[in-house]
């Protein structure tokens, strides 16, 4: 007599999966690389698309069943996942496991042979650095089950031959997650790093758990997302494109431009549509607008500080103490940012007129843990506040407001021992004025953030328009969402902490680009960033690998989110090099600064190069420096992009305006 397990059973395994404390892709792909181990019977093998063992394992592991190319396959962990629900399109089999796997993360967990195809096998002592690759550090989550990654692995199948001479249903499950480690070739150390074994054998209202027929994949997998883009209930609300997508790249983004431009507007248009679009979800606002002032020389307007002189507050032992800790606006937010109710909802530090005070006297914390928190977790030891003032945080919230989200957090952080850092859910957004009253960024800033210049208008653009523009075009709130969880998702998992920053692109697939599509894509941005060095480090402004890496992730997140709005591929494909316009501008221009003599002519060689001159060129992409050295683009190094009319006009309009002022002036900088 056929036995399976019941629809309602799978969607109850689904279910504990997706809200367990296992990132979105790690657990996944480490199943189907040991899978593959086990049904090659080997401790080295290929995981490629023209492996049948690899095949065998991510159909067994990841099929959805569904007949759909771009629900082909279903990552259960990654249930919660924003826009794709878990799924996977066909080419996950191309692009994925292999891809994941060749990621820093991974480094301690697989050793890749220079083979072709590569040959993956486990790292010396790999699962002592399992947890740390597959698990969140937010403890209030439950692990993820290993029974129930049993009954997903045995989805849709005839147990009978499996379960012989067994009727009740924990040993069924029992039998099955048994015969689930055996198939997979969990060892008992992998399986203590990141599961929890015990079984849960409760009925479910289908007749379950077990039943004699098979179910219907779509009677147990999720409805994927709402429609492209579409998180929840549409809300009519637009805010700035340009703003979205530089935060779902980078979660800091400075705006400059002249005073009234609209800069504090954009920010907090976009926080507060979030903040109605999560109303249900929520307690208490997920923005602060933070006033910087010129006295601010300390990070402690920021982080708070010890007070002897605090309200009176009883002790445990039945003592009392007037210490205290001032507890400021944005250690409030963070902590609520930090709350595991809300670690999928964007919040907002938004700080105005940043540059009031020097940035690094009282950011400079904040600096150090956003580019901390891409490859460490919150047991690394590096935390913006210290344990002891943490626990001191924790006493006056409990006291003052129990039962908080912020109490709850602080609470949680110390029972988990989590250090406080900043939550990937958490982005910046600071406001800029130059004039006299005000400091110029340095580099280090500069290098950490995308910088995005409003500009004024006309009087009579604004005065007749029946609508307000937003910086860089619109997208609707709910759209918005679904980029910056993104964002967020790519830092909790650390998608781009890849060695080459180049294979970013790669997930271009996820917008039906093919793979020499993508590599004529990836071939431009790598032209455009070497032309761009070529010309700048002669005057002292070479960049490094970060910006190298946030253009590509610029220009991927870019796309991702003209695709989730409804472009289609034809579309992507003849755009595409407005996302590289406003890479450069946002990331590599700001850098520039200098005077006359020691700048010369290299912004308007700069403005050719992206153009598509060479030095031969007029314009010229070259220029001279000193006594006589040429700085030069050949022909066989200018940029040519095949689908644009005018290549990298934004970029080249503001390296223009600030070549004729340099020349007016004698001096120039980006936000001057």
Do not use: C
């Given at each position: 007599?056929a036995i399976?397990l019941?629809?309602k059973?799978?969607e109850r ?14 657990l996944f792909?480490f ?5 593959t181990?086990?049904?090659k019977g080997?401790?080295?093998v290929?995981?490629a698309?023209?492996?049948p063992a690899?095949?065998?394992?991510l ?9 759909r190319?771009?629900h082909?396959?279903f990552?259960?962990?990654?249930l919660?996942?924003?826009d794709k629900?878990g799924?996977?399109p ?8 292999n891809s ?14 220079s ?7 486990l790292?010396s002592g790999y ?5 740390a690759?597959?698990l969140?550090?937010n403890?209030?989550k439950?692990?993820p089950?290993l029974?129930?990654?049993?009954v ?5 199948q ?6 012989t ?5 924990a040993g069924r499950?029992?039998?099955?997650t048994?015969?689930f480690?055996a198939r997979?070739g969990?060892t008992?150390a992998?399986i203590?790093a990141?599961?929890?074994?015990s079984?849960d054998?409760?009925?479910t209202?289908?007749g379950?758990p077990f ?8 009677d147990?997998l999720?409805?994927k997302?709402?429609p492209?883009?579409?998180t929840?209930a ?5 805010v700035s494109?340009a703003?979205?997508?530089a935060?779902?790249?980078?979660n800091?983004?400075?705006?400059t431009?002249?005073s009234g431009t609209g ?6 248009k976009l ?8 109303a249900?979800?929520v307690?208490g606002?997920?923005f ?13 307007r920021?982080?708070g ?18 210490e205290?800790y001032?507890i400021t606006d944005?250690?409030r937010?963070?902590l ?5 109710d809300?670690a999928?909802?964007?919040h907002?530090l938004?700080?105005?007129?940043m540059n ?7 950011f400079a914390?904040f600096?150090s843990?956003?580019?901390?928190a ?6 690394s030891?590096?935390?913006l506040i ?5 626990k001191?945080i924790?006493a006056?919230?409990?006291a003052d ?9 602080a609470t949680?952080?110390?029972?988990d021992?989590r250090?406080f850092?900043?939550p990937?859910?958490?982005f910046f957004?600071g406001t800029?004025n130059?004039?006299e009253?005000t400091y ?6 500069l290098?950490r953030?995308?910088v ?12 007749g328009?029946?609508t307000r ?7 609707a709130?709910a759209?918005?969402?679904?980029a ?6 790519a830092?909790e998992?650390?998608?781009?902490a ?5 294979t970013?692109?790669?997930s271009?697939?996820d917008?039906?680009l ?27 402004f070479?960049f ?7 253009a590509f992730i ?5 796309m991702?989110?003209k695709h989730?709005a409804?472009?289609?591929?034809a579309a992507l ?7 590289l316009?406003?890479?450069?501008l946002q990331?590599?221009?700001p850098?520039?600064h ?6 010369g ?8 190069f992206y153009?598509?001159?060479d030095s ?8 001279t420096?000193?006594l ?13 992009l095949?689908e ?9 309009q503001k390296?223009?305006t600030?070549?004729d ?8 900088s980006f936000v001057s």
């Open positions: 007599m399976f019941s629809a059973r799978i395994a689904i279910g504990q999966l997706g809200e367990s404390r296992a990132k979105r892709t790690p792909d199943m189907i690389v040991k899978r181990m086990a049904i080997a401790a080295s290929a995981i698309e023209s492996a690899f095949i065998q394992a159909e067994e592991i990841g099929a959805a069943g569904l007949g190319d771009d082909y396959y990552n259960p962990f990654a919660r996942e924003a629900t799924y996977r066909r080419r996950y089999r191309s692009n994925g496991t994941t796997i060749s990621g820093t993360p991974w480094r301690d967990i697989i050793v890749l042979s083979d072709s195809p590569r040959q993956a096998s790292a699962d002592t650095h399992l947890a690759l597959a969140t550090a403890k209030a439950p692990l089950n029974t129930e990654a049993a997903w692995y045995w989805r849709g005839d147990l009978d031959s499996v379960l001479g067994i009727s009740d249903a499950l029992e039998r099955l048994d015969e480690v997979i969990f008992a992998e203590a990141v599961f929890d074994t079984i054998d409760g009925a209202d289908d379950g039943v004699s027929s098979a179910p219907a994949p779509q147990y999720p409805v997302s709402l492209i883009g579409v929840k549409e809300n009519p609300a637009e494109f703003l979205v997508t935060l779902a790249a980078k800091f983004v400075i705006l431009g002249p800069k504090s507007r954009a920010a907090l926080a507060e549509g979030l903040q109605r679009l999560h249900d979800e307690q606002s997920i602060e607008l933070v006033a910087v002032g010129p006295d601010w020389t300390s990070p402690k920021l982080l500080f010890r007070t002897p002189f605090g309200k009176e507050r009883k002790l445990p032992d039945g003592t009392t103490t007037h205290s001032e944005a250690i937010l963070i609520r940012a930090s709350h595991s809300a999928d909802i964007p907002f938004i700080f105005d007129e009031l005070s020097h940035v690094e006297r009282y914390p600096l843990l956003m580019e901390a891409t490859i460490l977790d919150a047991e030891g590096l935390s210290g344990g002891d003032d943490l001191l924790a006056v919230l409990e407001s129990p039962g908080s989200r912020e109490a709850e957090a949680a952080m110390l029972n021992g250090d850092i900043l990937p859910n958490l957004v800029v130059v004039d009253t110029m960024f340095s580099p280090k800033v290098d953030a995308h995005i210049e409003l500009n004024a208008e006309r009087p009579s653009a604004y005065l328009a029946a523009t937003e910086p860089g075009g619109i997208i709130i759209q918005a969402d679904v910056l969880k993104r964002g967020i998702d830092r998992s650390q998608k781009y890849v060695a080459n920053p180049a970013i692109l790669d271009l697939a917008a039906g093919t793979a020499p599509e993508i590599d004529t894509i990836r071939a431009a941005v790598v032209t455009a960033l070497d032309g761009t060095y070529d010309l700048v480090s002669p005057v002292g070479a490094g690998y970060r910006i190298a890496k946030e610029y220009v991927t997140e870019w991702l989110s989730a409804g472009a289609d591929k494909l003849v755009t595409w090099h407005d996302a316009d406003y890479a450069m990331k590599v221009l850098k520039i200098g005077n006359r003599r020691a700048l002519d290299s912004l308007r060689a700069l403005s050719a153009a598509g001159n031969g060129s007029t314009p010229s992409a070259g220029y420096l000193g006589g050295t040429k700085v030069e683009i050949p022909a066989a190094r200018k940029l040519t095949a644009a009319t005018a290549q990298l006009p934004q970029s080249r390296l223009d600030m070549h002022r340099l020349q007016a002036t004698g001096y120039v």
